[in-house]
């Protein structure tokens, strides 16, 4: 099993940035593949991007393409997300998730076995 605690969150202005972290426990971290979602207030949880245990494979979202950018540290036992041109749709809660199969589907939600609790995430005007 593996422990996700994500951090980073926080209120931006629209156009800015900032980097989530998703820190794993456990030493066969780098066997995961991991993704990021998203729940915006009153909406359903949302893929945002999946990276593969070894970075070499990286997928995003419609939404966040040419914006956000995953990778990975697994010496550090880390993900990140790294959010830039934010939007104020971008606004929510944001997940990261741990798949041990690594044939999972990357961006549903039924391939990730593990979460985290969650970071906030607001962008104003």
């Known amino acids: 099993q593996v422990q996700l605690v994500e951090s980073g969150g926080g209120l931006v202005q629209a156009g800015g940035s900032l980097r989530l972290s998703c820190a794993g426990s456990g030493r066969t971290f780098s066997n995961y593949a991991m993704a990021w979602f998203r729940r915006a207030a009153g909406k359903e949880r949302e893929w945002v991007a999946a990276?593969?245990?070894?970075?070499?494979?990286?997928y995003y979202g419609d939404a966040v393409k040419g914006r956000f950018t995953i990778s990975r540290d697994n010496a550090k036992n880390t993900v990140f997300l790294q959010m830039n041109s934010l939007k104020i749709e971008d606004t929510a809660v944001y997940y990261c998730?741990?798949?041990?199969?690594?044939?999972?589907?990357?961006?549903?939600?039924?391939?990730?076995?593990?979460w985290g609790q969650g970071t906030q995430v607001t962008v104003s005007s």
């Open positions: 990276i593969s245990w070894n970075g070499g494979s990286r």
């Open positions: 998730a741990a798949d041990r199969s690594g044939s999972g589907v990357p961006s549903l939600e039924s391939t990730f076995a593990f």
